[in-house]
């Protein structure tokens, strides 16, 4: 389940490798709504091995997460 905090996405683990939907956080002191950026920071926990990164989602990649998020909703 996600909240306005957290969105799904594909990924992968450069821990163990592990690829599947991942939960992205949002990282504190990053503004979400600004337009024009390239790409934001989100924090990924992985499923598998419980490893947390901070990784760059691209502002595409974002628009469709928050797509899929609205979508869910219904």
Do not use: H
């Amino acid at each position: 389940m996600t909240d306005e905090s957290t969105y799904k996405g594909w990924s992968n683990c450069s821990e163990c490798g592990y690829e599947d939907i991942f939960v992205f956080s949002l990282v504190d002191g990053e503004d979400y709504t600004e337009e024009g950026y390239l790409g934001f920071m989100f924090d990924a926990t992985c499923p598998a091995c419980e490893d947390c990164e901070s990784v760059l989602v691209l502002s595409e990649q974002f628009d469709e997460m928050k797509r899929l998020a609205e979508m869910a909703k219904r």
